[in-house]
């Protein structure tokens, strides 16, 4: 399960409006309560990838990744997971996602239809890479 | 000579929950190497084969990116900091 509160929610849908017709992405801060991901704070992430693509692609680049695995450690969190944004696409992770993601961490992705934000949902890949699991989202006041 | 390895949370699981780990070496591939042995299932997440990394598997020594120094054969100081990071990308 992935917890987080209304506010973070929000906060990622006006990411995924705001960079509509382009993809948002961002890092989930928190920590790991018996096998859930609880989510206490977002780390947005200007999209690496090259301008044309960013419409259906997105990249946090490893000098990012490593600013914000020492942020973690300073901070005493963890990295928990991702968001990004579909835009006029569903909200479950594509092939494309599959082939560039992780165990452990959770996948959060928001549907953006015409500028709107709609569906999120939040997966997990399995430890043999071969699919992702949906879990649980739990939307907290 | 010893450096502190930084394992992301990610691959945490494979190596006991630690999340950082003193081994030996004089480059980073031998500091890495050593560590893959004493950790095997960690071996499968963070090596292509038998000497190459995972596409997504980026190393930092002291905050510089590998790729930016000699790769796998830069020396790595004693007390040095070995930081394993993974490229995040995706999409729809």
């Known amino acids: 399960m992935l917890k987080l509160t ?4 929000s906060a990622i849908r006006a990411a995924g409006a705001a960079a509509y017709p382009n993809e948002c992405c961002g890092i989930l801060f928190g920590r790991e309560e018996n096998g859930d991901h609880v989510v206490t704070a977002l780390k947005p992430i200007d ?19 490593m600013e ?20 006029d696409h569903p909200a479950r992770p594509s092939e494309y996602d599959r082939d560039h993601a992780l165990p452990f961490y959770s996948y959060l992705i928001l ?8 569906e999120m ?3 997990r890949l399995r430890l043999n890479r071969e699919a992702f699991d949906s879990e649980t989202l739990e939307i907290n006041p | 000579m010893s450096v502190t390895i930084l394992i992301p949370t990610a691959l945490r699981s494979f190596v006991d929950r630690n ?3 003193e081994v030996e070496g004089a480059t980073v591939g031998e500091a890495l190497g050593n560590l893959a042995t ?18 997504f598997v980026n190393v930092f020594v002291d905050g510089t990116n590998i790729k930016k120094l000699n790769g796998l054969d830069t020396p790595v100081a004693s007390g ?13």
């Open chain 1, 121 to 123: 949902t939040s997966s």
């Open chain 2, 80 to 92: 040095a900091t070995v930081m394993i990071v993974p490229a995040i990308a995706g999409g729809c």
């Open chain 1, 68 to 87: 914000a695995e020492l942020e973690a450690r300073r901070e005493k969190f963890e990295i928990v997971g991702f968001y990004h944004s579909h835009p």
């Open chain 1, 47 to 65: 999209n690496a990838r090259e301008s044309g693509e960013q419409y259906h692609r997105f990249l946090i680049t490893a000098e990012e990744m």
């Open chain 1, 111 to 118: 549907r953006v239809a015409e500028g709107k934000p709609e």
């Open chain 2, 19 to 21: 999340s950082e780990i």
């Open chain 1, 6 to 9: 209304k506010d973070l929610a």
């Open chain 2, 38 to 55: 004493q950790y095997p299932d960690l071996k499968q997440q963070i090596y292509e084969d038998d000497v190459k990394l995972r596409g």
